[in-house]
């Protein structure tokens, strides 16, 4: 495992702005965000926009418009959320990809998500993948449970194999309603992963600095950002995102697998270049 893909979350569709200033939720503010972060250490960028009034959307003109200004800004690889917010359709979640991103996230499984549910039956993850196949938009399989596991391999067995041809997952830990963020399950859910699939693992909260040392310690990859954690220490706010990428850079280069660029990230992700 020579190096350490860092992927930066910077917005999410929890977070409210007026909470947490420092928050990028317009266009420019999520440009310089990514500009910065990719200076920090950080190959990929999970999106989430918001409107006007600064509310999660998934608005499709939004979209093409964001993914052509981070293309044309920096050099990561661009994830679209298909998450969304709770409350966003199925429908809605599907046509994200019209907006034809390098990669998107896919959930694979329902789970309880704080006070809410974050819906994922089986009938959408089949559309959501047969969609990414059929556009060659890159998944990354959130895997916020053990049941999430056994659906990704029962995903992978009845519609084989993901555009780019390599299974690349996230273990989203720390999720009240999903597995918890110690060392012990990270290990055991890496181990439960398809054979040959790359993942990183994204601690929620307060889980983030170990979820971080352990996913360097057991050969993962990191994802960081304020869309996971808004405190950097304790009584301390995150300033800006890529701080959070720093710290990861910082930690990758100290386990002797520094940061990968974007574009070998892209090579080990199998997504194409758009440059
Ligand atoms: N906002 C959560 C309900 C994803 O981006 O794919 C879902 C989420 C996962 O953030
Ligand atoms: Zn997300």
Not at 107 to 117: A, H, Q
Request: aromatic fraction near 4%; proline fraction near 7%.
């Amino acid at each position: 495992m020579p190096g350490t893909l860092i992927t930066v979350a910077p917005t999410g569709a929890e977070v409210e702005k007026d909470a947490v200033p420092a928050l990028p939720v317009t266009l420019d503010e999520l440009v310089a965000t990514a500009m910065a972060c990719q200076q920090a250490g950080a190959a990929v960028i999970h999106v989430h926009i918001r409107d006007d009034a600064a509310k999660p959307t998934l608005d499709v003109g939004r979209l093409v418009d964001t993914v052509q200004a981070l293309r044309g800004a920096t050099d990561l690889i661009v994830q679209l959320s298909t998450g969304g917010a709770v409350t966003d359709s199925f429908e809605r979640r599907l046509a994200v990809l019209d907006a034809v991103p390098d990669a998107c996230s896919l959930t694979c499984g329902t789970v309880n998500f704080g006070t809410e549910v974050f819906l994922n039956p089986w009938g959408f993850m089949k559309d959501l993948y047969a969609k990414t196949k059929a556009l060659g938009v890159v998944p990354e399989f959130e895997l916020f449970d053990f049941g999430h596991i056994a659906a990704l391999h029962r995903l992978l067995a009845e519609l084989g194999e993901p555009a780019g041809g390599h299974v690349h997952c996230d273990l989203v830990m720390g999720v009240p309603g999903g597995m918890p963020g110690d060392c012990a399950t990270l290990v055991q859910a890496a181990a439960a992963l398809p054979p040959g699939a790359t993942w990183s693992a994204t601690g929620i909260g307060r889980s983030s600095l170990p979820v971080l040392f352990g996913a360097l310690a057991a050969g993962g990859h990191l994802r960081v950002g304020m869309e996971d954690t808004i405190t950097f220490a304790r009584g301390r706010p995150v300033a800006s995102n890529a701080e959070l990428v720093e710290r990861a850079a910082a930690a990758a280069e100290l386990a002797q697998r520094p940061a990968l660029s974007p574009a070998v990230a892209r090579t080990m992700l199998g997504v194409p270049d758009h440059c």
